[in-house]
């Protein structure tokens, strides 16, 4: 795209002259010609020749305006005529405008007739940007007119957008089908509109200045999309530049915090319920093997550990410092943590913002960034890190080791998480408070995490990102390594700020972070339990190789749910061809209904489950499993869960691996069996016919943002 | 309504006779004239004079169309003019029409010239209606144009639908604003939409062999509504009347059937691993205190029962027979059930139109309607009836009793309903398959359990409904009862039909469900869990006096993911009055958050719990509490459990009930919390912000639809 800035940075400059916030129609096409953005073609013609002349170029019908300083009232004037048809009507037009406007105001000084391309027919849509508080720019498509007004069916983008983003914004909408022509209708220049997304994405990006911006409406034909009336709101306060560490200083950082050679404990104490004492005991129970310091004004020593009065006579170096005191001490005590070069402060007080004391939060900020250490909290949990046994909490220690690193903002989610992680038993790697986020947040915990061996999958809960458009960064590229899962809260909350655009005032807030989300790889949960049950499940599955799923189920009412909650969580299930389905049938009885779900019926015998699955692992067209057990005497819940494992294993040693979850029906026996086969590696649930392709699609749609299939 | 049905029979009588399936325009208009369904005004002038004086009676502007046998292709003819604004326009249009039509065809035989009303402006909508093959007629509303397609935007009723069901319509679909006047536009004449409606419902209801009517588009604009086009599609196939017995017939069997005092069992036997064994030890261990008889060709006793050959050797009267013999076998049996006048056969036995046999299953049908016999299944495990300890199922004993009465068509559904209300602690009244549904389906079980005092709320799973009428129709009584919650499987199958209007290609079956589900009060579960939640959680809830719901939190991130889900629920979450904020904020501290949620912050100790519950019991203004925990040392999780059934209980000695649910987040031991409070009457859910406000959301929406707030 050839890009006139300069012509730009002048208009924006002028209108900044001018004390304006906003740009006239005739700049806001100036400056959208600047940047290829499509709008009607239109000049001003002096005499009748001239105007026929120019509206011979642009092609007819075209409008004709009376151009006059003296007139602001056109149509009431007579100055107005739409739809004029062919050149003579044109020359006629210019008299009888010229005319009117002389009868209407014989003072009036005429420049002139404006002779503009008209737009019709095609399909409305808008286009437009907006900025968010934590986002940044963005940029917006939906489909133009009242009813989508009211079905609010937009769809936004980080900016700069690339063409691949504007492509998916506009297969993104509800009403996407309008636009690949219906009844008989053209499909729209998909091409076009792309460009003009990609067009305001950059120009919005290119000049901060431009707050908010409307392409209402876009009239988008066949053959191209043109812009008929363009708005731009410009904000030209200056910007505090956002604080953003560099990425290798994070995660040199993080590594310091998160695996330290050396914890201190501030405020440790001996003290049986004190909270200085419960991060003293986890720490040393957790079986930690690094330096432990406990710093305390007065006591020698503290469960058996030489204490200190202040980190600066420990004699060595530390990397994390565990804050046990009260808020009103902690200023003083980072400030000794900042001289002695530590890397980061876990900062479990509270009585900090979320107490109505920003200031006090504002210090420890300054602190910190005086002396380059870094803050996790206030007001937090503290947290774990399970690969070096490392329990930097108050609460109990925390002992399934595993693969998924979690993370939350409130408190209350993180208590859920451990707890739910313990009775599931869920292999856990990390899980970290971060509370009022004054420094840390989800995105330095996303570096550390991209690059530790120990995690596989990321489940953050959030209640806002203070830094959207870092996260989204740091998320698009981690995201195509490691799933990363996001409970956003608050998502129905009003979100919508006075907004003077059009697009401003159909940004929903959550829906920009549906959108980012979907942009930047990341998989949104809808529920706590979504969460908690994909971090559990999506790393056990292998990553799927293609789209088809085949459910296998001996309940035939199972099949029906899981087949539902399929098309529901965006999952294909596969046509059978006609040689496979054979092949089934030869395991199933004659009654039994092949296709797809795979019936197998609920009297059969391991074997035909066993015999099943091994086909549908073993067969190429065939990229995911999905099975319905039914509880009966002839095939046991735990008989079921042994023969699937058995069956995985076999293909495993061939080099097959597949996503298989499974739905498990009957008397309480299915628990102790779905919990084997999570164990062996299959995510199973009892009771349950949504969570396993819930957990299977999560998993689908990870793979599909990373670009793994 | 002035209704004038010898008008429609007329028509229809006359388009029988001519073999036709559809009705032409002209018909058609009639036929909504003698219904009172809007239709443009119009006539037929012979003369210009004519044309003007009728022009001027319907007002402008006016279509004028040439009116002759011989000419079809009027536009082709130039005998058409639309928008003719004046009764000058009127007669130059009469002569240029004629003149163009003797052009056209020299021999044409001229009748006239058809004025007609021209409809334009207003808001377009699509009125029509349907036959489904298990819901009969139903009405469809919508909004009209290419938009509304795309997004499938349309409700259904069973016809006749009354005003209300009318006016419930006009605000079920997505793009209801749209009715109500949006920048600045008119809102739409809604007692003449809902008139439309209703006729429409009542046509088709009161003439079963129209099969499919479209009024599209009808013009609605503020004080009229008219169909601008009528489609009516006839069906004259005699339709076989349904087997529908009398609901008092139904009562006194099904009485006999669940609360029998003898049980016959057919195939009862002694050899563990049979069928007919474990059925047997189930009545025997379940505590079973009627009379049973095994029925056996050759044994002297079963387990300590005397046995017999038949039925018809038994000396008392039998009310229930289990099958528990092979297919082949259960006709003659079913004979011999039906000689000795028993009123139920319970058919476990598969191998029926499951398997390929279609027609022994009409066998039984025959047999049982020919001796009055109902028959459950066949292909069922059989079913629970807990009051009267009554096991009649091979799968193991039921103990938890309880008000839930369950039912599956799908034999794992059930064994999963069973292995879940025994983990969960539900207590259940009765667990029912239903199988096959070769007679008694989900709308006999309903008259059964509403008038069972056992039973306080209907859960029940299908994958279809026989009869969704008379469904529809005992479902809209009973659940003005009792909640009736139904998880329909099968929901996102492709359902259409080949339909030949255009509100039968938009009847997609689920849509269809839905709707009729709505209109009989009907709570619909989205999945297994949820149908089993609500199950175990409804009947718990007293019912709520009003909409007001307030969340109670220790925990800030609960309560904003509890508020988030009321909204998705279609809870309200109260403002908080002043002085009701102010008497919360005596309870919490000074940074806790009141407004609503009431943050009262997490280390509170128990009786701050206390306090703000019973003030939120106490207050008229609030309806239900919706309590979020977090797990500290201060108020740990048995500890706030007990408080909260304190408060509870205090206020209900008052007389003061109201609707508690509750959210635990924090370590395991909030799931012993959890069952603790539910045991207690207060559903709770560990690790879950969404299940509480969906169960509480699901009484809420029994009790809206029950009329009971």
Redesign the interface.
Known sequence: MNKDKAKVREILDAVKAAGRNSLTAPEGKLVCDAYGIAVPKEGVATNAADAQKLASSMGFPVVMKIVSPEILHKTEAGGVLVGVKNADDVAKGFDTIVANAKKYNAKAQILGVQVQQMLKGGQEVIIGAVTDGSFGKLVAFG?G???????KDITFRLAPATREDAYSMLDGI??A??LKG??G?DPVDRDALAGLIVGVSELVSDFPEIAEMDLNPVFASKDSAIAADVRIVVDFAAKAPRYRPAEADVLVAMKRIMQPKSVAVIGASAEA?KIGNSVMKNLINGGYKGNIYPIHPKAEDILGYKAYKSVKDVPGEIDTAVFAIPAKLVAGALTECGEKKIAGAVLIP?GFA???HPEMQSELVAIGRKYNIRLMGPNIYGFYYTPANLCATF??AFDVKGSAALS??????G??M???S??AKMGVSAIVGVGNKCDIDEDDLLIFFEQDPNTKVIAQ?C?DLKDGRAFAEVARRVSKKKPVIV?K?????AGAKAASSHTGALAGNDKIYEDVFNQSGVIRAN???DL?DFARGVPLLPTPKGENVVII??????G??L???C??NNLTLMPMPADLDAAFRKFI???GAAGNPVDIT??EPPQTYKNTVLLGLQDDRIHSLIL?Y??T?VTPPMVFARIIVEARDEMRAKGIEKPIVASL???????EASQYLYEHGIPAY??????PVAVLAAKYKWARGAGLM
Request: proline share 2%.
């Open positions: 489909l007119g009242v009813l989508v007004e009211v079905l509800q009403a089908d309008m219906v009844r209708s319920g509270s979320e107490s109505g609460c109990t939350s903002q409130s408190g209350g989610i208590m859920a451990i707890g739910f313990r009775s809960h209640e409970l809260g608050g998502r129905t909350a529920s706590l339990r908690l189920t001996g309940a035939g009412g199972s029906v749910l087949s539902d909650a098309v529901a009885p004659p009654f609920g009297g319905g039914w509880h005497i029906a009957g008397d309480v026996e299915v628990e009892a009771y349950s016919t949504e969570i």
